[in-house]
């Protein structure tokens, strides 16, 4: 079955910097478009980023433009998403997702 295990979370200071991981199983991972989500206490799911199955990035939010990076090795299977000048409204929980598959997410949490 399709797992999704997201790793790499924590807690940074305003401007400090993170590399979250995601490890797919379960799929032919090479074939598809993958996304990084994110979801703050109270307020709806959040769509980060898209990067296509052969490395071209689409769908970035307006507000991580610049400072956050999608990117994806196909030999390892894993997506990532490496996050710079961190903000505290950037605080929420990051998910991995493809198709309607989740994983269960990573902390992210930024104290100003």
């Known amino acids: 079955q399709v797992q999704l295990v997201e790793s790499g979370g924590g807690l940074v200071q305003t401007g400090g910097s993170l590399r979250l991981s995601c490890a797919a199983s379960?799929?032919?991972?090479?074939?598809?478009?993958m996304n990084w989500y994110r979801q703050a206490p109270g307020k709806e799911r959040e769509l980060v980023a898209t990067?296509?199955?052969?490395?071209?990035?689409?769908n970035i939010a307006d507000s991580v433009k610049g400072r956050f990076t999608i990117s994806r090795d196909n030999a390892k299977n894993t997506v990532y998403l490496q996050m710079n000048s961190l903000k505290p409204e950037d605080t929420a929980v990051y998910l991995c997702?493809?198709?309607?598959?989740w994983g269960q997410g990573t902390q992210v949490t930024v104290s100003s």
């Open positions: 379960g799929f032919t991972y090479g074939f598809y478009h």
């Open positions: 990067i296509t199955s052969t490395g071209r990035t689409i």
């Open positions: 997702n493809v198709l309607s598959h």
